[in-house]
C-alpha cells in the first residue's frame, strides 16, 4: 500500500472526487471522504506524495522539507490530533520536544520558549520584570482571538450566500482584532521594543514582520506553540504514509508523477481533469489543492468569463508569500556525539524584525532578517535506526524571489555555474551563522545542499516559490471570498490559503472542505469517532 507511478496505476473510469494535489490538505480531505464511503483519486506531480509534509534523502541522509515541529497534537483529546488520530487511524504517533521548543537568540541575550502556558508566562516575566501587565495583556489578546475562530471559519464552510448573511455577525469579534496589525496590538499593550521583538520571534513561522502581519496569525502560531511543539515519529514522511492507508481501504488511490494539465468543465460544472498526457479523469467533484493562484491562474481555462471577477480579487487584494532558502546539512556523527539539542534557535541581528527586513531587501550582504536553524535528528525517536551513526541540521532564511528570477527559465540541477556560485556564497554565510551558534559541528559537516524559491517552484508549483502560499496580512483576512466553494459548480479548494499556512492551517482547510462538500458536521464526526 502507499503511493503509486500514474503511469502503473490501473485506473478507474470514474471517481466520487478527484482531488489535485497530495499536500496535508488533500490527504486529510481525501482520507475523511473515504471515510464517508466516496471513492477519491489523489494526483500528485512530485514524485513522493505528501506537499510540504514529504522527506527527500541525498547519500546516507532524509531532511523534512516543511514539518519543523507541531503544537498540540502530545494532548489526545486536542482537536488537532484527533484530526490526525482520525485520518492516520492511530497509525500517526508524536513526539514531544520538550521543556525548551524554541530559543530566540540576539546579539545581547537568549531566550527560551518554555512548554507551558504559566511556564510560559514566568519565564517571560522573568526576562521583562517591568513588562509583566504587557506580557499578560499579550497574553489575554492571544486567547481573545483564538476564541473566535471557530464563528470566523465556520462561515467559510457555509454555503455561499448564507456565509455572506452570517459573516458580519459570526466574524465580527475575529476582524476587530485581525484587521490590526501585530505590532499594532502589541505597541498598544506598551510593549518594549525588545518584548515585542521576542514575543513575534516565530514571525518566521509565517513569513512576515509585525509591522505587516495581521494580528490574527501571529495570535494563532502563539498559542499553537504555548504548550510546547512536536516532531512525528518516523520523520515527516510518517504523515503521508500513515494516511494514504484509509484512503486506500475505501477503494481510492494515491497517484504520484500525476501532473495534471487543466480541469474540465462542461456547462459551467467541474467534471473532471485533463492530465499532461491529455488523458481525462471523471468525477463528481473536484478539489484543489494546489493554491488559490495555481486553481484559477494555471488550471483553470483562461476564456472562461466567470472567473475574472474572482481573478480580478486575486489580482488586488492579495499576494504571494516569502520565498526561503533551506541549507540541509548531514553529519556523520550522532547527535549524542556532537552535543546537538532538539529546541529550535531563531537567530536575530535586533529585536526591530521589520527593519531587519528594511536592512537586507535594500543589501542583500545585510544580516540575514532571520536564521532559524533545526536539529530534526535529534526530535525523531526513530532516527537512529534508520540512519545509525549520521545527524541532520537545516537552516532556513527568508529571500526574495526576484534574487533568483534571472533563472527562472533553467531547468533544476542546470541552471548554471553563476547559479550554483550564488548558492554557494549563500551556503557560506548560513553556515557561519550556524558556526557561530554551534561551534562544534565545524569541520564535521559530510555534505550540504541549499534550495531556494526556484527548487519550491519546481517542486510545489508555487508560482513565485512562496512558502506560506498568500501573505497574511490585515486584508488577506478581510477577504470572504477565500472559501472552499468556487464560481464552478463541484469545484472545491482547499489548502492553506482558505484557511492558514502550515500544515495545521492546511489540515483544516481538508475539514473545511470536507464540510462544504458533504454539507454534513464533519468535524463533529471526528470528534464521535475519537472519543
Avoid at 489535485?20 to 482520507?31: D, E, K, M, N, V
Wanted: glycine share 8%; proline share 5%.
Amino acid at each position: 500500500m502507499g503511493a503509486t507511478a500514474f503511469k502503473k496505476a490501473k485506473l478507474d473510469s470514474h471517481y466520487d472526487v478527484i482531488i489535485i494535489g497530495s499536500g496535508i490538505s488533500g490527504l486529510c480531505a481525501a482520507a475523511l471522504l473515504a471515510k464517508a464511503g466516496k471513492k477519491v483519486l489523489v494526483l500528485e506531480k512530485h514524485y513522493t506524495a505528501g506537499g510540504y509534509t514529504h522527506t527527500f534523502t541525498r547519500k546516507d541522509y532524509e531532511w523534512d522539507v516543511g514539518v519543523h515541529y507541531i503544537g498540540e497534537v502530545h494532548r489526545p483529546q486536542s482537536i488537532l490530533r484527533r484530526i490526525f488520530d482520525d485520518i492516520s487511524e492511530k497509525r500517526l504517533q508524536w513526539e514531544p520536544m520538550g521543556d525548551v521548543y524554541d530559543r530566540a537568540i540576539f546579539q545581547d541575550k537568549t531566550y527560551d520558549f518554555v512548554a507551558g502556558l504559566p511556564q510560559f508566562k514566568e519565564t517571560m516575566n522573568g526576562y521583562f520584570p517591568k513588562e509583566t501587565k504587557a506580557i499578560q495583556g499579550y497574553i489575554d489578546k492571544v486567547f481573545e482571538l483564538n476564541q473566535t475562530t471557530r464563528n470566523f471559519f465556520a462561515t467559510k464552510a457555509m454555503p455561499p450566500l448564507l456565509g455572506q448573511l452570517a459573516s458580519p455577525l459570526m466574524a465580527k469579534k475575529f476582524l476587530n482584532l485581525a484587521n490590526q496589525t501585530a505590532k499594532e496590538v502589541i505597541s498598544g499593550l506598551g510593549s518594549s521594543p525588545e518584548l515585542m521583538g521576542v514575543l513575534c520571534t516565530q514571525w518566521g513561522d509565517y513569513g512576515l514582520p509585525p509591522a505587516e502581519a495581521s494580528f490574527a496569525i501571529q495570535a494563532m502560531i502563539s498559542k499553537h506553540y504555548f504548550d510546547g511543539g512536536n516532531y512525528p515519529v518516523g520523520g515527516s514522511a510518517s504523515i503521508a504514509e500513515s494516511i494514504i492507508p484509509t484512503i486506500e481501504k475505501a477503494g481510492g488511490q494515491v497517484l504520484i508523477r500525476a501532473g495534471v494539465k487543466e480541469i474540465v468543465i462542461h456547462k459551467g460544472k467541474a467534471v473532471g481533469v485533463q492530465m499532461e498526457d491529455n488523458q481525462i479523469l471523471r468525477a463528481e467533484a473536484i478539489i484543489s489543492s494546489t493554491g488559490i493562484m495555481n486553481t484559477f491562474n494555471k488550471l483553470l481555462p483562461a476564456d472562461n468569463s466567470r472567473l475574472e471577477p474572482i481573478r480580478k480579487k486575486i489580482r488586488q487584494h492579495v499576494r504571494h508569500s516569502a520565498g526561503h532558502i533551506c541549507l540541509y546539512i548531514g553529519l556523520k556523527q550522532t547527535d549524542a556525539e556532537l552535543g546537538l539539542t532538539k529546541p529550535n534557535l531563531w537567530i536575530f541581528p535586533d529585536y526591530d524584525h521589520d527593519e531587519n527586513i528594511r536592512k537586507y531587501l535594500k543589501d542583500p550582504t545585510a544580516d540575514f532578517p532571520v536564521v532559524y536553524i533545526s536539529f530534526p535528528s535529534t526530535k525523531d525517536p526513530d532516527w537512529n535506526k534508520r540512519y545509525p551513526g549520521r545527524s541532520t541540521i537545516e537552516i532556513v532564511s527568508f529571500t526574495p524571489y526576484e534574487w533568483f528570477e534571472k533563472w527562472e527559465n533553467t531547468q533544476w540541477y542546470k541552471r548554471g555555474e553563476d547559479y550554483l556560485d550564488y548558492k554557494e556564497a549563500l551556503s557560506q554565510r548560513l553556515l557561519s551563522v550556524l558556526y557561530k551558534h554551534v561551534p562544534q559541528v565545524q569541520g564535521n559537516i559530510d555534505c550540504y545542499e541549499l534550495s531556494t524559491p526556484l527548487s519550491t517552484k519546481h517542486f510545489s508549483n508555487y508560482e513565485r516559490g512562496e512558502l506560506y502560499g498568500l501573505d497574511h496580512t490585515p486584508e488577506r483576512f478581510r477577504q470572504s471570498w477565500l472559501r472552499p466553494q468556487t464560481p464552478i459548480r463541484n469545484l472545491y479548494l482547499t489548502g492553506q490559503d482558505i484557511v492558514t499556512d502550515g500544515v495545521t492551517g492546511a489540515l483544516f482547510g481538508g475539514v473545511l472542505t470536507t464540510i462544504s462538500l458533504l454539507k454534513r458536521n464533519v468535524l463533529g464526526e471526528i470528534m464521535s469517532r475519537t472519543r
